[in-house]
């Protein structure tokens, strides 16, 4: 059995910013809480926050509020409270879940307090600096800064295979341990009177297929391989529904596409929903989850739909399909829109091959996040003996010269924030 440590967690994300990773550093927080020792959060400041509600306390440092422009807020990780929090909180050992801003201020308190750094690498980052950066020099100095930061850890852990090989291309040669996230919804179907309820009201006929897609919006997550499917589905007379949930920057241009489609009869848009039953509902309605995406390293939504013993269409060789036996708990396919196509009119016709394939998801692929942090607090052992040893390489943390920029920058941004507020007050005066 594990010891129990005080473990900090950083990110970049946190509610009411909603992502996968901000959704893992809430689970690991509360699993911590309850079965490891002590949980403390450190994420930047988003207005409006209300971190009451958690088992655990959230630090917040400073940020700038550019979510209309990217759904994010910039944050700017330089704060002696922050530092002064962790001591107080006496944490052991700083588990970093993003590679950006919380990076800098992780190796900071490693430096600071002598304590070991971990980091999960979630993500593709290097798709989303090129969706955020179009300059080919601009992306690649994102890059290299990112890849420092994951340098500067002691030990790198992925969520997947496949999220190991991204963080491989971009230039890290170092090792890095597969840990698998979980995820937050029970085992098993909802009753069918919560299903009937929360269905209500959308034109969903008994004995027409239901397809489900949960997550973000955008053309990355292979939208447009669903779409173009259900067009040739709809051109063949085969019936189905289509359900959407979620939100994201791709949203209208995906709505748009749907009427050029002539699908608005069959295609229902939900929006976000954060209510875990309500979601849970939908996974038992479904009769089919699809997901052909090779943009996201580990496809927690397919394992929420194994929760409900849901099957998933999925892209052969992606990340969401490690550990996924075609024909057995899941139905892989090709990454375009026949051979999704192809899938789905073969499937329609075979209802309880399908439901047998669910249940198998169910058995096989569903990892709860108890068992998943459970599996991360014995590793946190290890990384603890392999410190205290001396087993890792003493690395340099930020150098003098970065900490002298920092302070330069801290100042410039003081004088612009008093020199904004004399243009404000000079403006008041003559308008």
Request: hydrophobic residues 40%; charged residues 25%.
């Amino acid at each position: 059995m594990p010891e129990k440590h005080t473990i900090c967690l950083l990110n970049d994300s946190f509610p009411p910013l909603i992502d996968g990773v901000a959704n893992a550093v809430v689970n690991y927080g509360k699993n911590i809480e309850a079965h490891h020792g002590h949980a403390l959060v450190v994420t930047p400041a988003v207005p409006d926050a209300d971190d009451s509600g958690y088992p655990f306390p959230v630090v917040r440092y400073p940020s700038l509020d550019i979510r209309r422009l990217v759904g994010y807020v910039a944050g700017y990780p330089f704060s002696p409270e922050v530092a002064y929090r962790v001591k107080e909180e006496k944490a052991e050992l700083l588990h970093l879940h993003c590679p950006m801003a919380s990076a800098l201020l992780a190796r900071q308190l490693r430096e600071v307090y002598d304590l070991p750094l971990v980091m999960t690498y979630h993500t593709k980052y290097d798709i989303d600096i090129a969706n955020a950066i179009h300059g080919r020099l601009l992306q690649e100095g994102a890059i290299a800064a990112l890849l420092r930061n994951i340098n500067a850890c002691d030990e790198v852990w992925t969520v997947s295979r496949g999220a190991g090989e991204n963080l491989r291309s971009l230039g890290y040669t170092g090792e890095y341990i597969v840990m698998e996230n979980g995820v937050d919804l029970p085992r098993g179907r909802v009753p069918q009177e919560t299903v009937a309820r929360v269905t209500a009201g959308l034109d969903l006929p008994q004995g027409v297929p239901v397809f489900l897609f949960v997550g973000r919006l955008m053309w990355y997550k292979g939208l447009r391989i669903i779409l173009d499917a259900l067009a040739a589905l709809r051109e063949k007379e085969i019936p189905f529904r289509m359900v959407f949930i979620g939100a994201g920057g791709d949203e209208n241009e995906v709505k748009a596409c749907v009427r050029d489609l002539r699908l608005e009869g069959e295609c229902f848009f939900l929006g976000a929903i954060r209510d875990r039953e309500t979601l849970r509902a939908w996974y038992s309605r479904a009769d089919l989850f699809l997901f052909p995406s090779t943009f996201d390293t580990n496809g927690l939504v397919v394992r929420e739909a194994a929760a409900c013993d849901l099957a998933t269409v999925m892209v052969a060789g992606s990340c969401a399909a490690e550990g996924v036996t075609d024909g057995r708990n899941g139905f892989f396919i090709e990454e375009n829109a026949p051979s999704l196509a192809a899938k789905l009119e073969a499937l329609c016709a075979a209802p309880e091959t399908v439901k047998q394939v669910g249940v198998r998801a169910g058995e096989e692929l569903y990892l709860s996040w108890e068992e998943a942090v459970g599996r991360a607090a014995q590793r946190y052992e290890v990384v603890l003996d392999n410190y205290r040893s001396g087993r890792y390489a003493r690395k340099n943390g930020l150098e003098r010269e970065f900490f002298r920029s920092q302070g330069e920058l801290m100042e410039a941004m003081g004088q612009l924030a008093a020199l904004r507020q004399e243009l404000k007050q000079t403006l008041d005066r003559y308008l």
